[in-house]
């Protein structure tokens, strides 16, 4: 199965399904099943921000299982749908106005017993089974 790494806590938001967006600066072709790995990399200031939520933020595992269902560039019209939805979440979505984001969907967020691997850049294999 395909499998995703992201930036605590950026996983875990998924994981909870405050966040329905990963972006990334590269477009992806891929639709389906995805794994959520939580990378061992941290965004100190996003951990800062997002602090009052309580929530667990493990590290170096797979978290999550979600369908990823669109990857879409990321424009103002977007960036200001998503703002509305949950300002906290998708505040700075777009960090380099000069650089393309995209944004890759995903539904049906599940979580999963965390399983203990390295990540990989890009989109990775694992062979996952329920």
């Given at each position: 199965m395909k499998v995703i790494t992201i930036k605590q806590p950026f996983a875990t938001l998924i994981s909870e399904g405050l966040k329905e967006y990963e972006f990334r600066t590269w477009k992806c072709k891929y639709r389906g099943d995805i794994l959520i790995h939580?990378?061992?990399?941290?965004?100190?200031?996003?951990?800062?921000?997002?602090?009052?939520?309580d929530l667990e933020y493990p590290l170096g595992c797979i978290i999550a299982k979600a369908k990823m269902t669109d990857c879409v560039l990321v424009d103002k019209k977007l960036k200001e749908e998503l703002s509305k939805k949950d300002s906290l979440v998708y505040s700075g979505v777009i960090a380099d106005k000069n650089q393309k984001e995209y944004g890759f969907k995903l539904e049906e967020v599940e979580k999963i017993e965390p399983i203990y691997i390295n990540g990989k850049l890009s989109l990775w294999e694992y062979p996952y089974k329920k």
């Open positions: 939580a990378g061992k990399s941290i965004d100190k200031k996003a951990m800062e921000k997002f602090k009052d939520l």
